[in-house]
């Protein structure tokens, strides 16, 4: 399946860690909710001690998002934290195990359901990265639901259906696309000389749908909704459970001892100001995850507020972005337990790199250029989070991204040369991330496994 702007690369509008795991694992247990029928007596969540997942899914959200998801409730509702009296309330019994099963997947989930008429379902899913999911067996039989359609299935041989309706924000259209990668866009816009963020309109129109203008709308809710994350980061922030302390105000508050440049510098504390309202349990968008969601949207509020341009300059940023993720999605992934964090603040830099390109008049070509040349920056990047929490290195990555964005923009304005085309710097990122080990790809290894990351885990233990 091609990859949708709105489903697999802005969004999803949440609270929490990690989209993978958050949002990833809400969707799943929305789908599992429905072949249950509503609420189920019991659930069992089975990992593989060989993926991702057991060694993170407490500390990065799995729990509080699947949770949540078999209820039925938003992952924007302020109650999300209180999943278990919510569960205990509701008489769901929820366990989470770790046991070998062969996972397919590094976020695989094996997911035994008890349902209220008491019937038995075993649900094989997983979270394919930026909060994306694929329901992938049904009682040992294999399928593949995405939640972004009504579907039907029928299971071969038993005549058991079960009915799905969407959990994703848009719906997918079966209709022919224009283009799916870079160089097929280019293509396609030979003799039209349409900006990037023109090219993201028709893409995404006939990819879920809608009119253009539609989906403009959609972008410009999106935005919103990150303007809102900005500033409820810098009123300031607080949240125990938490590794950083509130510190995006002291880029202003020190502002005399810094090396000049008010946009780098704005960006850094934009950036950091969104991360703090993820890290507290605020709202947000993430871009294209919850890892690294202040690189996108606080590099370019950098430069709406510092050289005055306006929300629509920002809003066309965030189509031209939104299609760069869509090149990104369709020929690597965006899940670091994957290939690494190059695959998640990588992404999101190279998406922020054409994004900065477009607000500055940049063609659709040298946009296209300014991604490439940014991803090539930033090969290799492991994920090892400290203390299992989606904090540190995350920010540092998350400001390195917005950096990286704005000198990549920069470059190829004034005439640069990419080398590699975009299409095969992707493909060259995943096979790398592939590359990486295991330890390296969201799982407990590089700074995390250092001892001040173990001592503040254990401090952290406690909530």
């Not at 253009?212 to 900005?230: G, I, K, P």
Request: glycine share 12%.
């Amino acid at each position: 399946m091609t990859a949708d702007i709105f489903n697999d690369v802005l969004g999803p509008v949440m609270r929490g860690p990690s989209s993978s795991h958050v949002a990833g694992g809400s969707r799943i247990a929305g789908l599992v909710r429905q072949a249950a029928g509503g609420d189920p007596r019991k659930v069992t969540v089975t990992f593989d001690p060989d993926g991702s997942l057991a060694e993170s899914h407490d500390g990065h959200g799995t729990d509080m998002g699947f949770a949540c998801g078999i209820m039925g409730i938003s992952i924007t509702d302020p109650r999300v934290n209180d999943w278990r009296s919510l569960l205990a309330e509701r008489g769901i019994e929820l366990e989470y195990r770790i046991e070998a099963f062969g996972a397919e997947h590094p976020n695989h989930y094996r997911i035994d359901v008890l349902t209220c008429s008491g019937r038995n379902l075993m649900i094989d899913a997983v979270s394919v990265g930026g909060g994306a999911v694929e329901l992938i067996g049904i009682n040992g039989c294999r399928v593949s639901v995405r939640g972004d359609r009504d579907e039907t299935v029928e299971l071969p041989g038993t005549g058991e259906i079960f009915r799905f309706t969407p959990v994703m924000p848009v719906p997918s259209s079966d209709a022919e696309l224009p283009f799916t990668t870079a160089q097929e866009m280019l293509t396609y816009n030979s003799g039209r000389e349409l900006a990037l963020w023109e090219l993201a309109l028709v893409f995404e129109s006939r990819r879920c749908g809608l009119g253009e203008d539609e989906v403009y709308a959609l972008m410009n809710r999106l935005y919103a909704v990150m303007s809102d994350s900005l500033d409820a980061g810098l009123s300031g922030t607080e949240y125990e459970d938490r590794i950083l302390p509130m510190q995006s105000h002291l880029m202003k508050q020190n502002a005399a001892r810094l090396v000049p440049g008010d946009v780098v510098n704005t960006a850094i504390r934009y950036i950091s100001a969104i991360m703090e309202n993820k890290s507290a349990m605020g709202v947000f968008a993430a871009a294209p995850t919850a890892g690294s969601a202040g690189c996108l949207p606080g590099t370019l509020m950098a430069l709406r507020d510092v050289l005055g341009l306006d929300e629509d300059c920002v809003v066309k940023g965030l189509l031209a972005a939104g299609l760069i993720g869509v090149f990104f999605a369709g020929q690597a992934t965006f899940a670091a337990e994957a290939a690494g964090c190059q695959v998640e603040c990588g992404a999101g830099s190279g998406m922020a790199a054409a994004a900065v390109c477009q607000m500055m008049g940049g063609s659709a070509r040298e946009c296209i250029d300014a991604a490439s040349f940014a991803l090539q920056g930033i090969t290799g990047l492991a994920c090892d989070p400290v203390a299992n929490r989606v904090e540190v290195p995350c920010l540092n990555k998350n400001i390195l991204g917005g950096m990286n964005a704005i000198s990549s923009a920069n470059v190829i304005l004034a005439g640069y040369d990419k080398v590699i085309p975009l299409d095969e710097t992707i493909r060259a990122i995943y096979d790398i991330g592939t590359k990486l080990p295991q330890e390296l790809r969201c799982t407990y290894g590089g700074l995390g496994r250092t001892p001040a990351s173990n001592a503040i885990r254990q401090k952290l233990e406690k909530y």
